[in-house]
């Protein structure tokens, strides 16, 4: 198969992704951004179910496309495939005989029953990448469980440090198990990679919603495993660190982030609070005394506006900032100036605008050295007859 001519540091590296949904998807999509070709594996007529997720839809009615789709898709390409036919499992077969990756979501076992185990696998392609992703693990007593992300949210704990309060735990606003699963997995197939150059070796790279969250439980989780102390939802204030949270001002909310002495003692300057009063003076003291910590500082918050007080604490030092909805976010300035977004063209809905990749690569001297054209997301089959053909012809890639 000839890979079109895209840059980045994968650049040459084939992906075929039998994933749907979003854990899968968002671990291509981060390998196509670093420059994998992305053959996005689909079932015929239907597609990813991230395609009828919605609304919002957008473009023609005779044809919508989903914008959940669109946010976990970019740079691949669709080929629809039956892999419960003969026909379907030789194409898929001919793929991976020639691909460097193969990432799948399935519930443990479907892989198996489709006829590619690892022991196929191997016989296949020795030097494979396998990227699988379940919902709680591949094995032990609740292996074959189904990973939908709220439920992982919550059977992992974090819904439990969420929210208002102990008594209302909340899911994050984004279905972010999934997505960190997604992460995980595509920095252990650059793992692995990078280890098949020196050992020639390919590598089976597992993770799952379940093993993603608990990797980011940080802090919260020594506060049980080494000081043996459940922790709970506290809201918009940091459990360990005060004043560091959301407070209000005469017109809105203000974030504030206080995480030393000497940055307290500049933020209680702005706010004509007394920074030796012995409730706050260290730490410690201000985390025991948040709420009364809290009260004293809303007292003066209150009395003038948000931008007023983000200007004389940025001049202070204080770290601070706003609350922005998301329309704030994408015409932010400091936003575009990272590229954060990327146009493209779609095939039906023109050029449109999508959250651009979160990594930018460059050379020491400050040259651009990662992937610079972006695809859209392809139509259902879009890249069928061109993928077949290319099989057809032969070659390596």
């Not at 691949?76 to 039956?82: I, Y």
């Not at 709220?150 to 974090?158: F, S, V």
């Not at 770290?319 to 909805?325: E, L, M, N, Q």
């Not at 605008?353 to 695809?375: D, F, M, S, Y």
Request: no cysteine; aromatic share 4%; hydrophobic share 40%.
């Amino acid at each position: 198969m000839t890979a079109p001519t895209v840059s980045g540091p994968l650049a040459g590296t084939l992906v075929v992704d039998l994933s749907r949904a979003l854990a899968g998807p968002q671990a291509t999509m981060m390998l196509g951004d670093m420059g994998a070709r992305v053959v996005k594996v689909e079932t015929p007529g239907t597609g990813d179910d991230s395609r009828s997720w919605g609304p919002p839809f957008v473009g023609p009615e005779d044809d919508p496309v989903s914008t959940y789709f669109l946010s976990a898709n970019r740079n691949k390409e669709s080929l629809q495939l039956d892999l419960k036919s003969e026909a379907g499992r030789e194409t898929l077969t001919r793929l991976l005989e020639r691909a460097d990756v193969l990432v799948e979501n399935f519930r443990p076992g479907v892989l198996d029953r489709l006829g590619f185990g690892m022991a196929r696998l191997e016989e296949l392609n020795p030097g494979l990448v396998v990227l699988s992703i379940s919902g709680f693990g591949h094995d032990g007593p609740e292996g074959g469980r189904a990973g939908y992300d709220q439920i992982a949210q919550g059977e992992a704990g974090l819904m439990s440090l969420t929210g208002p309060s102990p008594d209302q735990p909340t899911r994050v606003g984004v279905p972010i198990g999934d997505l960190l699963a997604g992460m995980y997995g595509a920095f252990g197939v650059a793992a692995a990679l990078a280890d098949r150059a020196r050992t020639g070796r390919g590598t089976v790279v597992r993770t799952s919603l379940l093993a993603a969250i608990v990797g980011v439980h940080a802090f919260q989780g020594t506060r049980w495993t080494v000081a043996k102390e459940v922790p709970q939802a506290s809201g918009n204030h940091h459990p360990a660190i005060a004043p560091y949270g959301a407070f209000r001002a005469q017109d809105g909310i203000i974030q504030v982030a206080v995480g030393n002495d000497a940055q307290w003692r500049a933020m209680a300057a702005v706010l004509g609070l007394d920074a030796a009063d012995p409730r706050f003076a260290t730490g410690r003291d201000r985390v025991a005394r948040r709420a009364e910590l809290i009260e004293a500082m809303e007292e003066r918050l209150t009395g003038r506006p948000a931008a007023e007080w983000l200007a004389l604490l940025a001049e202070a030092g204080v770290p601070s900032g706003k609350v922005r909805t998301l329309d704030e976010v994408y015409t932010w300035e400091q936003t575009l100036s990272q590229g954060l977004l990327v146009d493209v063209d779609h095939p039906t809905l023109g050029t449109v605008q999508l959250p651009g990749p979160p990594l930018r690569l460059e050379t020491l001297t400050g040259a651009p050295a990662g992937r610079r054209e972006h695809t859209a997301p392809p139509l259902l089959g879009q890249h069928d007859q061109q993928i077949l053909q290319e099989l057809r012809d032969g070659g390596d890639r």
